[in-house]
Nanobody, 123 residues
Framework: VQLQASGGGLVQTGGSLRLSCAASGRTFSDYFMGWFRQAPGKEREFVAAISWSGGSTYYADSVKGRFTISRDSAKNTVYLQMNSLKPEDTAVYYC?????????????????WGQGTQVTVSS
């Protein structure tokens, strides 16, 4: 199983970025896909998750209303659209896959991880 994250970069406060996570290696139907982030000196934290087949979405309170997670099943890709970015959103963002039929909010509930992509929001 391989997850490939991309789309990070440097953006000003209030700007937008879209992260992508391409999955390969097996069928991900009925799996949950999640995005986590880790800022320097902090623990990895949950950002958003989506069920692969049902499209149910879940968000951390800190990003609700600003971030949108979506997926393209035909492309085996999950996206994280990030709008109204703030300096506190600066972190390395990771995509992850959970081989279970319910959402997970902790990083240890996910089985597969992609490499991180850096998001930096300047003030």
């Amino acid at each position: 199983v391989q997850l490939q994250a991309s789309g990070g970069g440097l953006v000003q406060t209030g700007g937008s970025l879209r992260l992508s996570c391409a999955a390969s290696g097996r069928t991900f139907s009925d799996y949950f896909m999640g995005w986590f982030r880790q800022a320097p000196g902090k623990e990895r934290e949950f950002v958003a998750a989506i069920s692969w087949s049902g499209g149910s979405t879940y968000y951390a309170d800190s990003v609700k209303g600003r971030f949108t997670i979506s997926r393209d099943s035909a492309k085996n890709t999950v996206y994280l659209q990030m709008n109204s970015l703030k300096p506190e959103d600066t972190a390395v963002y990771y995509c992850a896959a959970r081989a279970y039929y319910s959402v997970g909010y902790s990083s240890d509930e996910y089985d597969y991880w992609g490499q991180g992509t850096q998001v930096t929001v300047s003030s």
